[in-house]
């Protein structure tokens, strides 16, 4: 349209050719892009959906071992007091929340996994109220131990040292 009413534009080169001719050309490859994209994509169908396939197998399993393990916290954990096995106590905690820590990492893999192949992402609504069972459970125990140690200390006090 320029070059009919008499305008030149000297924008340079792209790619060693005008770039007007270039400009002109541009609808052209994007056409073919977006059409080579759709090949590629429907070449690649099945194999997504088999991964798709895998992914969805591979959460039902975890989700299983997550129930197993959130069973075994419930049968298993420091629920009852023991006065003689407060060092226990705080081992086993040691070890749940390692094992709840991995389950979380494993399910945040997961649902990068399910973001990644567009699934809708999966809830671990158990490893949550794990993680606030194990909260509260250790600070009740931190609890009994303050009063435990306070009454220890008071006990050693003589009634000649309180000041009345």
Avoid at 10 to 18: F, I, K, Q, R, Y
Avoid at 95 to 102: D, E, N, S, V
Avoid at 105 to 126: C, G
Avoid at 131 to 156: G, H, P
Wanted: glycine share 2%; no cysteine; proline share 2%.
């Amino acid at each position: 349209l320029l070059k009919s009413h008499g305008i030149t534009l000297d924008l340079g080169a792209v790619n060693d050719e005008p770039a007007v001719e270039y400009l002109e050309r541009a609808p052209m490859l994007w056409d073919n892009i977006v059409n080579k994209t759709f090949r590629v994509k429907e070449e690649i169908h099945p194999l997504q959906n088999a991964m798709v396939d895998n992914i969805r197998k591979d959460i039902v399993t975890f989700k299983g071992r997550v129930a197993d393990f959130s069973a075994d916290f419930k049968k298993n954990a420091p629920f009852d007091w023991g006065f003689d096995k407060r060092k226990q106590v705080y081992e086993s905690f040691d070890k749940y929340y390692a094992k709840l820590i991995t389950f979380e990492k494993e399910a945040s893999d997961f649902n990068e996994l399910e973001e990644l192949f567009e699934l809708s992402r999966s809830r671990s609504s158990e490893l949550v109220q794990m993680r606030s069972d194990i909260v509260l459970l250790k600070t009740t125990w931190d609890t009994a131990n303050a009063v435990i140690n306070l009454f220890a200390s008071w006990q050693e006090t003589l009634w000649a040292h309180i000041n009345t």
